[in-house]
C-alpha cells in the first residue's frame, strides 16, 4: 500500500525532477516506510512506500533490466496481489528469475514481461500500478476490478500526469487547476463525481480498466473485467457453501502480512462475518487469535461497541475497543482536504478515520467488511425499488405531503422518500436516483443558479440494462457507489494515517459468485442479505445476524445542530462558496432549517462543509517546496 505518481513527456523537453519531488513530497503521508524517484527519458516515477510484504526486496520505483528482445521497466505500484505466489510459480516455470524472495511487486513486473496488456486479468487483488517500458516508450497503467486502489491522470499538450489522488497531481504545478461544473453538478446531486476528479481535465483510470499512453501521446483504454452476466437458472441449493468456501478463501489469502495485522468489527454482518473466518483460519494454522478492533461512541444510538464486543467474545478474538475523538472535528476535516484535494460528501469519512487513527498505532493492515450491501443485497433501496415497480399505480395516488417528518431515520421520512421516489419519473433509474440523491434538481437550481439553470432529473445513460430492478440497482451501485464513494472514502480515510485496508467481500472469485446469483438467491423471500445472513448463521450469533442495519456513521446533524453550529454556520456564510456560484443565502437557509428543528440537512451541509473546505484549499494552492528530501 503506497502512494504513486509519474509524468511522461510526448516530446524531448526535459521533466523537472522539482515537480516530482513536490508530487512525492505530497504524499509521503501514504508511504512513510520509504521513497525513491526514477528519471527516465521522457518519464519521470515516484514512489511512496508503506511496507507490507517484504520489507527488504520490495523499493519501488521498482527496475526489470534488458531481457532478449525486450527493454529495461520500471514500475510503480499501489496495492496487493494476493495470488503473487501463485503467480511467482508459474513464471518461474516459463524462465523468468526473481531476485526478491517473496515480493508482490516483483511479481507484476515480470508478469508484464510475460503476459503484456493481458496482466491486470491474472491479477487477484487491489492495485493501481504504472509501467514504463523504456524500448517502446509506453506508459502502462492498470486499476483493479472494483476500484480500490484510485489512479488519477491529468492530461497537458505534450504531458500525461498520474497519481494516486488529485492534490498530488496539482502539487508543483505552475497553474492551478479549476473546479469542474460537470463533476460539480454529480457531486452536488449524488454526493461524488463520477469516474473523474472535481478538478477540471483531471480523471481516473476506469475499475476494471488498463490504459496505455504511447510515445506520441496517443491514448488508449481497455476493460478488461466486468461483472459476470446473472444467471436465470441457478437455485439456492449449495448457494451457502459456495459462498463461504470462496469468502473463506478470499478472507485467508488476505491474512498473509510481514507486519501486524488485525480486523475491524462493527457489529454488523460483513464485518462479524470476516471476523469469524479470519480467526477460524488463524487458529486452524496455530497462529494466535486475530486482533479485532471496533470503535465507541458517546452517543449511544450510534455505538455499535457492545454488539463488537459480543462477537469478538464469540469468535475469541483479541479484542481492543477504540473511542471516537471528534474534538476536533473541522480541524480532521481540514487536515483529509489538505491531503487528498477533493471533497467527500459521506459524513462516514469522519469515524472511518477516526477508527484508523486510533487502530494505526496497534496495526499496519486491517480486514473490513466493505462490499458486502452492493454484491448481496444490504440496502432499504434496492426492496424500495422493486415495491415501486409492483405498487407504483396506488403509491402516487397517497397525498406525500400528509407524510412529514424531521428525523431522516424515522420510519415516517423512509415511506416519504418511497412515495417520492414512485413519483418521479417513469424509468427505474429514475426513481433510484431519487432515492439516492443529495439535493434535488429543485434545490440545485436554487443553491446554484447558474449551474441548475433548466436542470431535470432524466434517466440515468449508463443504467443497466436489467429487467431485474435489483439486479440493476444493485449493479449500478458496484459500478458508481462503491467505488466512487465507499472505496474512496476508505482509502483516503486510511492512507490519510498509512493504514491498509483490505476487503474479502471484494475478492474476485466472491464478486463473480455474487454477480452471477439472480436476486431469488441473493435475498430470499425479499430478505436484504437473505443468503449471507444463512452463512453468518454457521458463524455468528443469531442475535447479531437480525439486527437492523444501522451504518457506521455518526450523529452529525445532532452536532450541526448542537455544539458545531456555530462553526459550521462560519464556514458556510464565509466567502468560499461564492466561487463555486453556490448561494449563500440558500446555505443560510438550509442553517436555519436545521438549527430549528423544521428539516433534517444533516448530509447536506456535510457536503456543503467538504464544498467550502475545497474551495480554501483550490485558492491555497502553490508551489509546493522540498522539505527533508
Not at 459550521?568 to 443565502?585: E, H, N, V
Amino acid at each position: 500500500m503506497c502512494g504513486i505518481a509519474g509524468i511522461v513527456r510526448f516530446d524531448d523537453q526535459p521533466i523537472g525532477r522539482r515537480r516530482a519531488v513536490s508530487m512525492l513530497t505530497h504524499m509521503l503521508h501514504r508511504g512513510p516506510d520509504g521513497h525513491g524517484i526514477s528519471e527516465h527519458p521522457r518519464c519521470t516515477l515516484a514512489h511512496a512506500r508503506l511496507v507490507i510484504i517484504d520489507k527488504l526486496g520490495g523499493a519501488q520505483p521498482m527496475h526489470s533490466a534488458a531481457a532478449g528482445d525486450q527493454g529495461p521497466l520500471h514500475l510503480v505500484f499501489n496495492g496487493e496481489i494476493y495470488n503473487h505466489r501463485e503467480l511467482r510459480a508459474k513464471l518461474s516455470k516459463l524462465g523468468h528469475r526473481f531476485t526478491s524472495d517473496h515480493s508482490d511487486t516483483e511479481v507484476l513486473l515480470l508478469g508484464y514481461r510475460a503476459y503484456g496488456k493481458e496482466l491486470p486479468k491474472h491479477l487477484r487483488g487491489m492495485f493501481a500500478f504504472a509501467i514504463w517500458d523504456e524500448q517502446r516508450r509506453e506508459l502502462f497503467m492498470a486499476r483493479d476490478r472494483t476500484g480500490k486502489k484510485p489512479l488519477y491522470v491529468l492530461r497537458g499538450p505534450n504531458e500525461l500526469t498520474f497519481a494516486s489522488l488529485p492534490a498530488t497531481l496539482t502539487a508543483g504545478m505552475d497553474e492551478p487547476l479549476t473546479p469542474d461544473p460537470q463533476a460539480l453538478l454529480t457531486f452536488l446531486r449524488f454526493g461524488y463525481p463520477f469516474g473523474s476528479s472535481m478538478l477540471r481535465g483531471v480523471d481516473e483510470v476506469r475499475p476494471g480498466h488498463w490504459m496505455t499512453i504511447a510515445a506520441d501521446g496517443t491514448t488508449r483504454s481497455e476493460r478488461y473485467w466486468r461483472p459476470p452476466p446473472i444467471s436465470r437458472t441457478s437455485t439456492s441449493i449449495g448457494a451457502v457453501d459456495s459462498v463461504e468456501q470462496v469468502l473463506e478463501e478470499a478472507v485467508a489469502t488476505r491474512l498473509e502480512a510481514d507486519v501486524p495485522l488485525g480486523c475491524f468489527l462493527s457489529g454488523g454482518i460483513d464485518s462479524s462475518l470476516i471476523a469469524a473466518l479470519a480467526q477460524r483460519t488463524l487458529k486452524a494454522q496455530g497462529a494466535p487469535s486475530l486482533k479485532t478492533y471496533s470503535v465507541s461512541h458517546a452517543e449511544a444510538d450510534y455505538d455499535e461497541s457492545s454488539h463488537a464486543r459480543a462477537i469478538a467474545e464469540h469468535i475469541g478474538s483479541d479484542h481492543t475497543e477504540l473511542r471516537a475523538d471528534p474534538s476536533d472535528l473541522f480541524g480532521d476535516l481540514e487536515h483529509l482536504m489538505q491531503a487528498t484535494g477533493e471533497p467527500t460528501a459521506d459524513s462516514g469519512l469522519l469515524p472511518s478515520y477516526w477508527l484508523c487513527k486510533a487502530a494505526r498505532p496497534h496495526i499496519k493492515a486491517a480486514l473490513t467488511g466493505d462490499g458486502g450491501d452492493e454484491l448481496f443485497g444490504g440496502y432499504d433501496r434496492y426492496r424500495a425499488l422493486a415495491l415501486i415497480a409492483k405498487h407504483r399505480w396506488w403509491m402516487n395516488a397517497v397525498p406525500r405531503s400528509l407524510i412529514h417528518s424531521t428525523n431522516a431515520r424515522s420510519r415516517r421520512a423512509r415511506l416519504r422518500r418511497l412515495l417520492d421516489a414512485a413519483s418521479c419519473g417513469t424509468h427505474q433509474s429514475q426513481q433510484y436516483a431519487s432515492m439516492v440523491q443529495l439535493f434535488s434538481d429543485t434545490q440545485i437550481s436554487e443553491l446554484a443558479p447558474d449551474l441548475g439553470a433548466g436542470l431535470t432529473l432524466e434517466r440515468i445513460d449508463d443504467w443497466p440494462d436489467e429487467s431485474d430492478a435489483i439486479q440493476a440497482a444493485m449493479r449500478w451501485d458496484l459500478s458508481h457507489y462503491l467505488p466512487h464513494d465507499l472505496l474512496r472514502k476508505a482509502d483516503r480515510s486510511s492512507m490519510a494515517v498509512a493504514l491498509e485496508l483490505r476487503c474479502p467481500m471484494l475478492d474476485t472469485q466472491v464478486v463473480d459468485l455474487a454477480g452471477h446469483l439472480p436476486t431469488a438467491v441473493l435475498m430470499p423471500d425479499g430478505r436484504a442479505k437473505g443468503l449471507l445472513r444463512k452463512l453468518a448463521a454457521r458463524h455468528v450469533p443469531a442475535s447479531i445476524i437480525n439486527l437492523p442495519k444501522r451504518g457506521f456513521g455518526v450523529p452529525i446533524g445532532r452536532w450541526f445542530r448542537g455544539q458545531h453550529h456555530q462553526t459550521l454556520r462560519d464556514y458556510l456564510t464565509a466567502p468560499a462558496l461564492d466561487g463555486l456560484g453556490i448561494d449563500r443565502k440558500e446555505v443560510s437557509r438550509y442553517l436555519d432549517e436545521h438549527r430549528q428543528g423544521r428539516a433534517d440537512h444533516s448530509h447536506r451541509l456535510f457536503a456543503l462543509l467538504q464544498l467550502s473546505l475545497w474551495s480554501r484549499w483550490l485558492r491555497e494552492q502553490t508551489l509546493t517546496g522540498t522539505p527533508g528530501l
